[in-house]
């Protein structure tokens, strides 16, 4: 299995390669060259697999020769034997036709831990290989931040330098990140938004004087080994819902589109899904592109699901590519336009590509307090707010009886107990394996936003992965 940019411009990667370089010397981000297929057999024989087996299985055509099969299975069952469920993303009924797949019982609460606890494993065992350090710079609203933080601490030969932006985080987001007391982590709180934020780390990546001194590695969804993780529990889902004889539709609360585009890809792969519904907060740029063709960035607005206050949304770059024909040339192109005006029109193939599979809705702060508290009044769950975007667009759908329809739980509601108790009277307590969170120290150093001074900071501060 190779790699290639989606802007066209870089020399194509093996697994292994595309999992350091994070993102792609072009600028673009790395996709597989063609999408691998699993057949209804196939996909009937997944059925009852334990989650970490159902990951190696689906993971593997990615993965190529970059790791045997031995191998990658052993690193699943490391990376999910962490989880605090058996099921590691267990489903919960909440209807007739509606569900949750909690995605939240990793380390630290959210998504990302699926993905993120299997990539600190592939870097230790591709770096140990080569007998290299990596640099990791990362940008988040909260979850990615804590997860990887979580992954890489005290790892040798890495140090993670994670931004995000000062003050619109959740207070448990914040400290997951700012109490980890290892070496190799640094926070950084910056001024500005996380596009702000992203903007910088996507940067970096092309900077000749950071790149001689450092391998340079992403942590964000822009590295495809984060998405690659996240298909398999779409996977996961289906197969216990009645797949592949039975369609499923999921709805994906949605900021940097990666969890969703992991969804896209299962379908690629041959997972039979109606529908995927993309879920946004009012900070709507993805709604607006897939309703009507606009994709026009405004400034972030600061709402109650922070971990999704995203205006520029790094992983729309590959659907458009996929969708839009594999034109190297004239995605690099359309990015260069938006990266001018901050503002681009969608092609009508790329349009009606998406439209195949993709529909989206948004929320604004009283609709998704209505869903949480929805949630709680009629199936006993207490939710988060981005899980009740989610909801919030699923009960909008209309769909087949037949068709259930999935909503991801992305975020365990303690790490947004705030919005959650004001919105259904219910204060979440922190699981115990969260530790005691509130009694650690902090350490975070607060910067401008201003490229030259977080460059700064990192050249100085990066003592364990200069080479
Ligand atoms: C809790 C939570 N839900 C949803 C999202 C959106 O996911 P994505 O960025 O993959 O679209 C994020 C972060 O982005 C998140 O942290
Ligand atoms: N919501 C994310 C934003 C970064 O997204 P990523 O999936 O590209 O890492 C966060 O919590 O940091």
Redesign the pocket.
Known sequence: MDYISTRGGAEPLDFEGVTLAGLASDGGLFLPREWPQFSEGEIAAMAGLPYAELAALVMQPFVGTSLTEDELLELCREAYGRFAHDAVTPLVQLNEQHWLLELFHGPTLAF?DVALQLLGLLFEKFLARRGEKLTIVG???????SAAIDAVAGREGIDIFMLHPSGRISDVQRRQMTTVRAPNVHNIAIGGS?DDAQAMVKRMFGDEELTARFRIGAV???NWARLMAQVVYYFAAALQLGAPHRKIAFSVPT??F?DVFAGYVAAKMGLPIERLVVATNVNDILHRALSDGDYSAASVTATTAP??D?QVS?NFERLLFDCGGRDGAAMAEQMRGFDTTKAMRLTDLQRTGAAGLLTSARADEVEMAQAMRWACENTGQVIDPHTAIGLHAARLQDLPRAVPIVTLATAHPSKFRDPVEQATGTRPSLPPRVGDLFAREESCDELPGDYDAVKAHIMANATRSAS
């Open positions: 990302k940008a988040t609203s909260g979850d990615t931040g996380f964000n969804s822009i900021g940097n990666g971990s999704m995203i790094s």
